[in-house]
């Protein structure tokens, strides 16, 4: 067991990472061989980091990043062709270069690949100036082989299937979100701000825990769908979207019960004496039951049926929240907190249903042809 720990925190990377780095390794090497060879190239060092940049996860990933890579070249050269050749002096020509260059590289369209426009501009830009058309055009086709042999190793070579991350990710959601309402459930048993027991950050740990499950589960999906091998693209998994637009979902009305939770007063003069008193301990036990059985319900979202204990949640809750409980809820925040607690169920109550199986049933009436 110890071994196996210490090769788990000697090795932080999986079979999935390596695959990527042989991916890009082979590129990059094919590249630079394709370049020496062809294009008599002594040392293709642009080819080879072109195949190295614009390999990614997916295949949908890598065309995405080979497509952003290669308008941003292409409008470095359209910039800089024209400002070498008609504007006087080459200084002035320079400045135009980069001031035109430097705000389009910055577009969203462009993504992280808009660094290469004004770095491919400056270039075409001085060897333009410096008449030398054969070394541009060996530049642009170190560039071009580059993004060809990304695209092709990224299709062909270790096409991998990223399910299995996908579904570690959306699982690290689930219980993220089941803790954090049990820890919710806590601090209003407590009477303690949902920071005190959860911590300041615990707000920002679940947005990062629901953005990397939506890139995990877009990658799975791209991964299955633009698979070369027919057996990946016929493989059966568990991970449907409207799961985690459920989640996504909870997570919302989580934070939003945290907060509020945060500002309420109940919470913030724990000693308070009399009837409100009483009506918050009426009101806090039973709240912190039923955040701890939604917990319950949110880990079990799974796609398919709900959670057993959901009706029985639901129906709690609105005694709970009903006009006939003794004593009523009298205040706005404990209505606001009932509120967020039924979206949370009503999401959950929505979950993707289980698909059913068509058996087919012969009629007795009519009986089977025989071959």
């Known amino acids: 067991m110890l071994s196996a720990r210490m090769s788990a925190r000697a090795m932080p990377f999986g079979r999935t990472d390596c695959a990527d780095a042989a991916r890009a390794t082979v590129a990059a090497g094919l590249t630079w061989q394709v370049c020496v060879t062809l294009l008599h190239t002594p040392h293709p060092y642009v080819g080879a980091v072109a195949a190295l940049l614009i390999v990614e996860a997916t295949v949908v990933r890598t065309v995405a990043a080979a ?210 008193a009483a009506a918050a301990d009426g009101f806090a036990g039973p709240y912190a039951g039923l955040l701890r059985t939604t917990a319950l319900c949110v880990y079990g979202c799974r796609g398919g049926r709900p959670h057993p204990a959901l009706p029985a949640a639901r129906h709690a809750l609105a005694r709970l929240g009903g006009p006939d409980r003794d004593p009523p809820v009298d205040r706005d925040e404990d209505r606001h907190l009932v509120h967020h607690l039924d979206a949370v169920l009503s999401c959950l109550t929505t979950s993707v249903p289980t698909p059913t199986r068509q058996h087919r049933v012969l009629s007795p009436l009519r009986p089977s042809q025989r071959r």
């Open 67 to 276: 497509t952003r890579y290669a308008a941003g070249c292409l409008l470095g050269v359209v910039i800089a062709v024209p400002a070498a050749l008609y504007v006087e002096p080459a200084m002035v020509g320079l400045g135009l270069v980069v001031f035109v260059s430097v705000p389009l590289a910055r577009h969203e369209l462009l993504g992280h690949q808009g660094l290469h426009l004004p770095t491919t501009a400056l270039i075409t830009f001085a060897l333009v100036r410096g008449r030398h058309p054969a070394e541009l055009v060996s530049h642009l086709a170190e560039i071009t082989l580059g993004i060809a042999f990304g695209l092709a190793c990224s299709a062909l070579l270790f096409p991998a299937v990223r399910v299995r991350s996908a579904e570690h990710s959306v699982e690290r959601l689930r219980t993220l979100l089941a803790r954090h309402l049990d820890g919710l459930a806590d601090a209003v048993a407590r009477r303690e701000r949902p920071r005190n027991v959860l911590g300041s950050g615990w707000e920002r740990e679940l947005d990062a825990a629901l953005a990397q499950a939506r890139t995990a589960v877009d990658e799975a999906h791209e991964s299955v769908r633009w698979n070369v091998r027919p057996t990946a693209r016929r493989r059966r998994w568990h991970l449907d979207r409207r799961v985690m637009r459920t989640l996504a979902d909870v997570e919302r009305q989580v934070c939003a019960a945290g907060r509020l939770l945060d500002t309420r007063p109940a919470v913030s003069r724990p000693g308070a004496r009399g009837g409100g």
